[in-house]
């Protein structure tokens, strides 16, 4: 089980820890599969949590069900899996399952179990709970294994010891436990990477809202404007027809790969809203991503595919020109949103090329410049949200429970080249929110003044010393 990146983290943890307190027994990385260097692809490791000695078999066999024989198997997972890189952190747990919450209709927990877990996570299997929950000391453990062992990582999903369905998703990582499959994996991947809305409406209410930033959600009917108008027929009739199909849908209608306008989505609306197909996997994860979806979702994963450039700047025509030179190596940047403020927490430097998208989305976005110049630039669609996966239930699915914690953190990549010797008095980070992109080229402004997008500042980080630095941060700026 153990690889060379095990002793080196149980020692770490050791310098923090006493030796009883090393949350897990033993820890180890595979990389199942590597379809270039980290730096190029998006990097997803799963790590789980709550499978002792005896379990790691099943731990595996988890994965591979989940992933490699799962998403990676299936349509646009598999057909992008060139832009990916799937690595299996084993970590185990004294004890064999997760400890459960069971909450009462008040909300109060009425029955609590603990258990000696690698990374102490719960399962309380509840809707109304997101159903699946971190405990105290859970965040701070994941981002200590996986800052050691997979620090290139982007996606992460958590897998519980624990029959039950359900899970929660945001921020780029997953929580499952094992009675989810990997179409549900698809769909909040959906959210994650390229900021999809939910295609399904589990209430009868009716949308009064502006214009959803969803790319595949709108309220506008009006064939000239229509977002996705690119895609629809000139004979299809707009709107195309709502749940019961009136007015009825052309004949010969492919419901996954047909785009028109069909009402009801974004989870609670009957009416009001609209989606482009009948049934894609944002509205019941099993069918493929609509051609609507799969647009946003390949624009996301085509700069790490086999045959893009690998640079520091990105490609085409739908994203931002940033600094040339980027070289080979980065700066891996932890940044903290908390309390309005942004803090960068933690830096790391990593080796070979990388790819910086330049993809503007809707959601959060952030961008770092030196002076004039942009040496960074990321989406970060669903940032901030801490999303419960619907329910199949009896009366069909329940919509997704969204919860916003008041403080996330956001990964920020800037080539070595860069940050080394940089003046900091110069450098800003700065957090804003899209809600639109007109699809236009971004400009070299900043992303606050691009006419190209309608933004609302959110936080910026400016004027720093070198004191307001993590230490690590501060060797790479100012090497000796
Ligand atoms: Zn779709």
């Known amino acids: 089980m153990r690889s060379d990146g095990t002793s080196s983290l149980r020692s770490w943890l050791r310098s923090d820890l006493s030796a009883s307190e090393v949350p897990w027994l ?9 379809s270039g260097p980290p730096g190029s692809k998006i990097t997803l490791a799963v790590v789980g949590d709550g499978f002792g000695p005896q379990d790691q078999d099943a731990y595996n066999t988890a994965v591979d069900n989940l992933l490699t024989n799962g998403l990676f198997a299936q349509d646009f997972f598999a057909d992008n899996k060139s832009a990916f890189n799937l690595v299996r952190v084993n970590l185990v747990s004294l004890e064999s399952g997760v400890g459960t919450k069971t909450y009462d209709a008040n909300g109060a927990v009425v029955r609590q179990v603990d ?9 309380n299997g509840d809707w109304a709970h997101l159903w699946v929950e971190d405990g105290p000391s859970t965040a701070d453990r994941l981002t200590s294994a996986l800052s050691e062992l997979v620090p290139e990582r982007q996606l992460v999903l958590v897998v519980l010891n624990s029959p039950g369905f359900g899970g929660r998703g945001g921020n780029w990582r997953a929580t499952v436990p094992l009675g989810i499959g990997w179409s549900t994996i698809a769909h909040e991947f959906g959210h994650a990477m390229g900021g999809l809305g939910d295609e399904y409406h589990e209430r009868n209410e009716t949308y009064g809202g502006t214009e959803p930033t969803a790319p595949n959600l709108t309220t506008n009917t009006d064939r000239a404007t229509l977002k996705w108008g690119w895609i629809v027929g000139a004979e299809t009739p707009l709107p195309t ?3 019961d199909c009136t007015p009825p849908k052309p004949s010969g209608w492919n419901d996954n790969q047909d785009v028109g306008l069909f009402e009801g989505g974004g989870s609670s609306y009957r009416l009001g809203v609209y989606r482009p197909v009948v049934n894609c996997r944002m509205r019941s994860n099993d069918p493929r991503f609509c051609p609507v979806c799969a647009g946003v979702m390949e624009a996301v994963t085509a700069p790490h595919r086999d045959g893009a450039p690998l640079s520091g700047v990105g490609p085409g025509d739908s994203t931002a020109p940033l600094a040339e030179g980027a070289g080979t190596g980065y700066v ?10 942004l803090r960068v927490l933690e830096a790391r430097e990593l080796d070979g090329p990388f790819v910086q998208t330049g993809l503007v989305t809707q959601g959060f976005a952030h961008e770092v410049r030196i002076g004039d110049r942009r040496v960074a630039l990321g989406s970060l669609p669903d940032a901030g949200v801490s999303r419960g996966f619907s329910e199949i239930g009896t009366d069909g699915p329940r919509e997704h429970l969204v919860y916003r914690p008041d403080a996330f953190d956001f990964v920020v990549r800037v080539a070595s080249t860069e940050l080394r010797g940089a003046d900091l008095s110069e450098l800003t980070v700065d957090l804003v929110s899209v809600e639109a992109n007109r699809g236009d080229v971004i400009g070299e402004l900043p992303l606050r003044d691009d006419p190209a997008l309608d933004v609302t500042p959110i936080a910026s980080l400016a004027d720093l010393s070198v004191a307001d630095l993590p230490t690590s941060l501060r060797r790479i700026v100012e090497p000796e």
């Open 332 to 341: 891996r940047l932890v940044v903290r949103l908390e309390q309005g403020a």
């Open 115 to 123: 258990r000696d877990t690698a990374l102490g996570a719960y399962y």
């Open 26 to 34: 033993a820890a180890s990385v595979t990389t199942l599969f590597r």
């Open 241 to 243: 027809g709502g749940d």
